[in-house]
C-alpha cells in the first residue's frame, strides 16, 4: 500500500481513502498494522477538532440525537464526522452496524461522514481502534467527532478517554439524586442530557433533570471545570428543542478549558493512556502469537481446568516465562509433573 498518497488523499478531504483508512487501522493483520502505525505517523496530529464522547443506555436515543444534533452542526457550515461503535456478539464474534440506518438524513449530508465499527472483544464501551479513527478523521478535515459508544452501564467510562468533552445521555424516569452522585460514569459525565423531553414525558424529562441538576451540585468539584460545569439539561431530538443550548454548553466549556491550558494536559493525559494501553494489548497478543506460548497455554489451562493448579499459579507461570525470569518450559513441567501423580 502507498502510505503517503493515501495519507495526502485523507489530508485532502478524500472520503473513500478515510473509509478505507480506518478499514485497515481496524484489521488486526500484522502487515496491516504496521501499515496503519505508518499512515498515523505520516497524517501526523497537526489538526485538532473537538472531540465529542457521547455515551447512555440502550434505547436513550444516541442515534436519533446524533443525527438531530449533526445536522444543526452541519446547517452552521461545520464538518462532523460520526464514529459509532456498535456491540459484537458474543457467539458469533459479529456486529450489526446498522447506525447509518438509524441517520438516513445525516449519512446523506455531505458534510458529514458516518462510520460504524465493531467492538469486538474491547470492553468500556469503544473500539480498541476508535482513537485512531479519530486521528484519521482529524486529518481528513473534519471540526467535531462525535463518538457514539455502545449502550453501556455504571462503569463503561473509557469514552472518556477518547474525548474532549463527554456528553452522557439519559432517559426520562431513569434515575434520582442518590442515582446523580453513585461514582462511574456519572462523575466522569460533562454535560448530562435527559433526551425526550416533549410530549407525555415533558414533564417527567423536566423532574429527571432537577434531581441530576441536584446531584451534580454535592459532588466536588473538577479543576478540568469552570463554575457551573458538570450541567444536567433538557433536550428533544426528535422536536430539535434543546440542542443549540446543549451546542452552546459544550462550546463553552471547550474553549473555557482550551483557554486555561487544560486542553492540551487532557490530551496529554489521554496519549500516556492510550499508550499503557497499546503495551499492555502487545503484552496479551505475545501469549498466543507463536506456537509455544500458544502450547504453553493449553498445558497450564489443563492443568487449572483439572485441579493440578490454581489460576493464580498457573498465571505466574505463564508471566514469568515471558519476561524470561524462568526457563520457558519450567513451570510447565512442574505443573504437569503434578498432574500426572494426581
Not at 465493531?118 to 463518538?147: K, M, N, Y
Not at 459508544?149 to 473509557?158: K, L, N
Request: net charge negative.
Amino acid at each position: 500500500m502507498d502510505i503517503p498518497a493515501l495519507a495526502r488523499r485523507i489530508t485532502e478531504g478524500d472520503r473513500r481513502a478515510l473509509a478505507r483508512a480506518i478499514t485497515l487501522v481496524e484489521s488486526g493483520r500484522a502487515d496491516h498494522r504496521a501499515e496503519a502505525a505508518a499512515l498515523i505517523e505520516e497524517v501526523g496530529t497537526m489538526r485538532e477538532a473537538l472531540r465529542l464522547g457521547l455515551s447512555g443506555t440502550p434505547g436513550v436515543g444516541k442515534s436519533t440525537f446524533i443525527e438531530a444534533f449533526g445536522r444543526m452542526l452541519t446547517a452552521q457550515g461545520l464538518r462532523v464526522a460520526v464514529l459509532a461503535v456498535d456491540p459484537s456478539s458474543a457467539r458469533s464474534g459479529g456486529s450489526i452496524l446498522g447506525d447509518k440506518t438509524r441517520m438516513p438524513l445525516l449519512a446523506r449530508d455531505p458534510n458529514a461522514f458516518i462510520r460504524p465499527s465493531p467492538s469486538q472483544t474491547h470492553l468500556g464501551g469503544v473500539a480498541r481502534r476508535t482513537r485512531e479513527a479519530v486521528t484519521l478523521c482529524e486529518a481528513a478535515g473534519f471540526d467535531v467527532v462525535l463518538i457514539e459508544t455502545v449502550g453501556v452501564g455504571q462503569s463503561e467510562t473509557v469514552v472518556a478517554e477518547l474525548s474532549d468533552v463527554f456528553v452522557l445521555l439519559m432517559a426520562p424516569g431513569g434515575g434520582d439524586e442518590l442515582q446523580g452522585v453513585k461514582r462511574g460514569i456519572m462523575e466522569t459525565a460533562d454535560l448530562i442530557v435527559v433526551n425526550k423531553a416533549d410530549g407525555a414525558l415533558r414533564d417527567t424529562a423536566m423532574r429527571t433533570c432537577a434531581d441530576y441538576a441536584g446531584a451534580l451540585r454535592l459532588l466536588r468539584r473538577r479543576p478540568q471545570d469552570p463554575e457551573g460545569f458538570p450541567k444536567a439539561m433538557t433536550v428533544s431530538a426528535t422536536e430539535g428543542t434543546g440542542l443549540e443550548a446543549a451546542w452552546a454548553e459544550i462550546t463553552e466549556l471547550a474553549e473555557w478549558r482550551l483557554a486555561e491550558g487544560h486542553w492540551a494536559a487532557r490530551r496529554a493525559a489521554q496519549a500516556r493512556h492510550w499508550f499503557e494501553e497499546e503495551v499492555r494489548a502487545g503484552l496479551l497478543a505475545r501469549l498466543t502469537e507463536s506456537p509455544e506460548a500458544r502450547a504453553r497455554m493449553a498445558r497450564l489451562g489443563e492443568a487449572v481446568a483439572t485441579g493440578a493448579a490454581t489460576p493464580a499459579a498457573a498465571a505466574a507461570q505463564v508471566l514469568a516465562a515471558l519476561d524470561g525470569s524462568a526457563p520457558g518450559r519450567g513451570g510447565d513441567e512442574s505443573l504437569d509433573a503434578h498432574s500426572d501423580g494426581a
